[in-house]
């Protein structure tokens, strides 16, 4: 199991691991931390300021110190993720493109079974996810895990040995939900649920799923959410819309309505 972590120091990116771990024990972790300008933290580039002589030496200044503050910050991740078991490597990368069109775009070339970011706010994904786990679901080609800091004791324990819920409509984006589901989670069972508008596709159908009544992206994802409950789900799966003519996924309403509704940890899959 190759997995590629977005790493940032935050309390969000620690629980991530350690939750992760649970889900996946035995790992090869290449933990990340992506480099954005400005670089380097406020603290630090407020004292590089008072210590430059001119505007030259400040950019060679925190050229340097950023790196090497960076490196220290992400061997505290890599070290975490050895702690939990897993095998790790630091990864420090700079990019211009943003923290999670970078993770997006690493995570294509270094091709892992999976990348993990955690989440910060209300559910899996608050209303600011601004950030890293919204642009990397959006972007990333590869299944991403997205972790919320604030699951309870009961979600934590459903980690275990709980089932995996896998959204299912029919579609090729579904199959690939289901395909994947079954791959990282090999001694898991994979419960398939559809929600039923009216307009269920006969092969859902035939595969006597459990079934709910609803319409609409947000209810949709309230029933699926509702299933992952009662059945103390580990993981919710969700496939994604797919590619753009762009090559950019398209996060599917149905998957952001599940992010934002639900704090077990939560799988996107994308199309192709």
Known sequence: ????VGYDGSPAANSAISTASVLFPVAEAVVVYLCTPPFGSKGLRARLRHSARNVN????MVDHESEKEAERLVVTGSTLARAVGWEAEPVV?????GEGLGLAQLAEELAPDVVV?????IGAADSKMGSVSDLVVHHATRPVLVISQHMVSTEYQALRSGPVVVGVDGSAGSDLAVKAAEQLFTDRDVLTVTVDDGDADEAVAAAHVRRFRGSGAGSTADA??????ERKAAVVVVGSRGRSALKKVLLGSVAAATLQRTYRPVLVVPQG
């Open 93 to 97: 990368k700079r990019t211009w493109a």
């Open 1 to 4: 199991m190759k997995i590629v």
């Open 117 to 121: 970011v955690g989440a910060r706010g």
């Open 224 to 229: 699926l959410v509702a299933y992952a409950d």
């Open 57 to 60: 030496e400040l950019i060679d």
